[in-house]
Structure formats: C-alpha cells, structure tokens
C-alpha cells in the first residue's frame, strides 16, 4: 500500500508563491511518474505540470512560465513551486503518482488527498 501526503496549500494574495509538496511513503521499489492536478467542485479535472523517471517536464498552458514542478528522489517527493499566483489558479491541488511498488510486480496509480490553494486580496 502506497500513502501519498500532500502540503503547502493555503491563502495568498495575487502575485504571491506557494510550494506544494507531495511525499510517497509505503511499499516502493520505484515511481516512474509525477504530476500535479486541480479541480474545483463542478469542473474537470486540469493536468498542470508532470516529471518523469528521467526527468522529462511538461506543463499545461494556464501555468508554462509560472510553476515550476521538481522531484527529489531520494525522498519519494514531488513539489510544485507556484509563483505569480492569479485568483484563477483558486482550486484544490492534487499530487498523482505512477508507483512500481516491488522489482517484479505492476505499477499503480496514487493520488493524494488534496490541498486547496486560495489566491484572494
């Protein structure tokens, strides 16, 4: 079983940063995949920014040249740095995770629990 734990969520004026964390913990041999999500009640769900194994990054449109996504391996953890932070980005976060959890056995999928963000003056 894999356990992922996100924080840094909060309230933040216009043009401020916050930095999301997400740490995996549990049975992990390996994570092939990280991403960051939001979705506000009543909306889809909006990829935001991934990274992969060997460090491929893609990021959506809405948020290119804003948030910036970085993983440290070490600690099973993904982050995303949220700089010029609009009231548009107001949304709860999520952390997805691709996780191999034993040498020979199948990948999964993990999400966090959800970290709202607020962007408000």
């Known amino acids: 079983q894999v356990q992922l734990a996100e924080s840094g969520g909060g309230l933040v004026q216009p043009g401020g940063s916050l930095r999301l964390s997400c740490a995996a913990s549990g049975s992990i041999f390996s994570i092939n995949f990280m991403g960051w999500y939001r979705r506000a009640p009543g909306h889809q769900r909006e990829i935001l920014a991934t990274?992969?194994?060997?460090?491929?990054?893609n990021y959506a449109d809405s948020v290119k040249g804003r948030f910036t996504i970085s993983r440290d391996n070490a600690k099973n953890t993904v982050y995303l740095q949220m700089n010029s932070l609009k009231p548009d980005d107001t949304d709860v976060y999520y952390c997805?995770?691709?996780?191999?959890?034993?040498?020979?056995?199948?990948?999964?999928?993990?999400w966090g629990q959800g970290t709202q963000v607020t962007v408000s003056s």
């Open positions: 990274i992969t194994s060997d460090g491929t990054i």
């Open positions: 997805n995770m691709l996780v191999t959890t034993t040498r020979f056995g199948g990948s999964y999928n993990y």
